[in-house]
């Protein structure tokens, strides 16, 4: 098989903006905040949430869902994400601020 059969059989590639690492604090945080950018583009509610499980995020980033809770927790304290859990439904929302 080759290389490239190989990447295109992984799924879809993940594309983050390198320059926004120093802004946000790491490359974690930076992985989340352009998933979550791209995500309200495309399947945000009308309030402009998005419910994604730590599983479906790490399957989109490769990030651990330690990992996650450390960048989305970055992410707060510069006041860029909002995160709101229903508890009833047992779904996470986020939102970008």
Not at 40 to 62: C, F, M, N, Y
């Amino acid at each position: 098989m080759r290389l490239s059969e190989f990447l295109t059989n992984l799924g879809p590639a993940v594309a983050y903006y390198p320059k926004l690492c120093p802004v946000l604090g790491g490359v974690d945080a930076t992985l989340i905040f352009c998933q979550l950018f791209y995500w309200s583009l495309a399947d945000a509610d009308p309030e402009g949430r998005v419910s994604k499980t730590h599983w479906e995020i790490q399957e989109a980033t490769g990030l651990t869902r330690k990992e996650q809770e450390l960048a989305r927790r970055k992410l707060r304290l510069l006041g860029l994400l909002q995160e709101h859990y229903a508890r009833l439904d047992h779904q996470m929302f986020y939102r970008l601020d």
